[in-house]
């Protein structure tokens, strides 16, 4: 039973299928499309009797890895909170994060959404968009760096969409996000701890920054020198 399923779910064009189907269970709740990506992609963890390195976790995480992702954090800070998101945002309308406002000012569901996203945001999105689809694909398309790049892009577009209920600007930002995480990657191929430590170490800024109400605050003092 388990070979047979782990057999099927690594056919070459699963990955493809998968993408196509998930979206579907959006009809139901939009978290249904994240649970079934990562279903099918924990099945085959399983099959595989728990082959970390099918999904680039090859590395335990090193100092090394501590310090480049942090170095690599405080780049994407930089980059998005002065400069890309403010772009965005003058163009596009403001990041929609209704579903998160009950944490300003809220330490238990601070500490309730810390604990989720370091789970199924950091952890979850990074091994079903990155482990799984992103290197899926590519191998799927030749594994060769040209099929890398191209998996980046269409993973990164579908992680962009994924992110619409933030409105459009959230489907912009988070495809410009996936892209970029998704090229430390394909240098990182069997590092993807350093991607779960960025994007933990990037939602974590993020988060705090509502809890305290300071959300707008580096996007506005930016926009406010250009005006």
Sequence with gaps: ???????????????????LIAPLFGF????FVFFFGLGVAFLILWGSSFDWSRFGIGKKITKKTVLKSVL?????????????????????GDFDLSSLEDIRGNFMGYFILMVVMWVFAAFGEEF?????????????????NKAWLFSAFITSVYFGVSHGYQGIVGIVGGFLWSFFISMIFNKNRNNLLLLVLIHGLFDTVGITLLYLNKDHIISDWVQQMFN
Excluded at 28 to 31: L, Q
Excluded at 72 to 84: A, D, E, N
């Design 72 to 92: 690599l954090t405080l780049i994407f800070l930089v980059g998005f909170y002065f400069i890309i998101d403010p772009i965005l945002q003058l163009y596009l």
């Design 28 to 31: 139901i709740d939009r978290n």
């Design 1 to 19: 039973m388990k070979t047979k399923i782990y057999n099927y779910l690594t056919k070459p064009y699963i990955v493809v299928l998968t993408m």
């Design 128 to 144: 079903l968009f990155r482990g799984y689809y992103m290197k899926a694909l590519a191998e799927l398309l030749g594994n060769s």
